[in-house]
């Protein structure tokens, strides 16, 4: 059996990144006619879809054969995600035993460019029957899945980026975008937030990015910690022994008033530090961070302002400090 066809002669580089061209342009039209979808007939069926899966008690079950059932199983996990419940389910398999799967408090997204996928009818059968509300991503208006959905969700027909318009490309590219924008729209009317997003993704370093500053920072007797008032070579010392590049300076009361770094040293040298105190050094109002403060914030300001820690403070009082190698360790860097 020929496992595919032999190239006849050597790829033409230039060939090549004319057809990717022409192939990123196709689907940029495509998907720039669904937002003008959007802002015309296509407004009210979508925010319709939103309010009808923001109702249910439920799961989403999103369902779709071949290259849209390939886009519904990542949409799938693209709503289950970001808030809203959701699984895939095979139309072949539901037809043998898992329509069992589905219940009376859930919704269906049911994808298909042409609407006329046979494989689904068993789905659509189901839908109707026990009423859950089914929600169709489709181009065909007239088609036997838009006829039969509660809503349906009508993409432009467009020309797909294969040069013969068979293998589905721009059509599959809008039924991605229509589907994270429905997740995204749920996301934002549930109030989901970063702390929800981490609690479904504790992992790698997109969890680690969600940690809080209060969960890795160094407290207590690590923090390098100096009163004013103390002598350069005392707070060298203290800088020297906590080995974070710095020491954190406090009033009477225990509030941050400024920072000594190996660079305020750098920048001091030809002075007589030894005669001087921490005050006619330190860098007043430094970069401070509150402990709710996500690793990827922390790491957004150390990058920019080209410092390697960061002291994290409650109401002007030092409780901990976080290197750059703490958030290298945890694998946000």
Not at 66 to 89: D, E, N, R, W
Not at 254 to 261: C, D, E, P, Q, S
């Amino acid at each position: 059996m020929m496992q595919g066809l032999a190239m006849r002669k050597p790829a033409d580089r230039k060939a090549a990144i004319q057809s990717a061209i022409r192939t990123v342009n196709t689907e940029h039209a495509g998907v720039i006619a669904l937002a003008e979808a959007l802002d015309n007939g296509l407004a009210e069926p979508f925010a319709e879809a939103v309010e009808r899966i923001a109702a249910i008690r439920g799961r989403v079950i999103v369902t779709g054969v071949g290259k849209s059932g390939h886009i519904g199983s990542k949409l799938a996990a693209t709503f289950a995600s970001t808030g809203t419940p959701a699984f895939f389910v095979h139309p072949a398999e539901a037809n043998h035993g898992d329509l069992g799967m589905i219940g009376h408090d859930d919704a269906i997204i049911a994808m298909s460019w042409s609407g006329e996928t046979v494989e689904l009818n068993g789905i659509l059968a189901y839908s109707r029957r026990f009423s859950i509300p089914l929600i169709a991503i489709t181009s065909g208006v007239t088609s036997t899945l838009a006829k039969e959905a509660d809503t349906v969700l009508l993409l432009p027909t467009v020309s797909e980026a294969c040069p013969h318009g068979l293998a589905p490309t721009t059509s599959t590219l809008m039924q991605l975008v229509i589907g994270d924008a429905l997740a995204i729209a749920l996301l934002e009317a549930r109030g989901f937030t970063a702390d929800h997003f981490r609690t479904f993704h504790p992992g790698g370093r997109l969890g680690a990015s969600l940690m809080h500053l209060a969960e890795i920072m160094h407290t207590g007797e690590e923090v390098p910690v100096v009163p004013l008032g103390t002598r350069m070579p005392e707070a060298v010392t203290v800088l020297s022994q906590k080995r974070f590049g710095c020491v954190c300076v406090v009033d009477q009361e225990g509030k941050l008033a400024g920072i000594v770094t190996d660079g305020d040293l750098a920048r001091n040298l030809n002075r007589n530090l030894g005669e001087m105190t921490v005050e006619a050094v330190m860098t007043r109002n430094p970069k401070i961070a509150a402990p709710d403060m996500l690793a990827s914030t922390a790491t957004g300001i150390l990058n920019g302002y080209n410092i390697s820690a960061l002291v994290v403070a409650e109401e002007g009082k030092p409780v901990g400090i976080v290197h750059f190698h703490d958030l290298l360790r945890i694998g946000v860097v």
